[in-house]
């Protein structure tokens, strides 16, 4: 059974940071295209950042320069650094594997962790 929990969310000041984490189990983290989602309420669910089984990494525009996805497969997390934070960075984060070659998809079951970035 598959199972990712995303946690390190936070209430931050704007400016700030914070470093998310998500651990996954019951598949070999060096075979998943990590991908790390945000949903603010009322808004479309969005793709924030991307990590291939080879460490390439792509971003969304707007975040772009402030934040920073990454893995240690020998401890199968993913992390996303996520500095100068913005009031509509504020969002619940969740992270996602998609299986290199068959594209198979595993998510989290839960709401993923809130960040609210407010003053």
């Known amino acids: 059974q598959v199972q990712l929990v995303e946690s390190g969310g936070g209430l931050v000041q704007p400016g700030g940071s914070l470093r998310l984490s998500c651990v996954i189990s019951?598949?070999?983290?060096?075979?998943?295209?990590m991908d790390w989602y945000r949903q603010a309420p009322g808004k479309q669910r969005e793709l924030v950042a991307v990590i291939t089984p080879y460490g390439s990494p792509n971003y969304a525009d707007s975040v772009k320069g402030r934040f920073t996805i990454s893995r240690d497969n020998a401890k199968n997390t993913v992390y996303l650094q996520m500095n100068s934070l913005k009031s509509e960075d504020t969002a619940a984060y969740s992270c996602n594997c998609v299986v290199a070659g068959t594209g198979a998809r595993f998510g989290s079951w839960g709401p993923g962790t809130q960040v609210t970035v407010s003053s």
């Open positions: 019951g598949i070999r983290l060096n075979i998943c295209t």
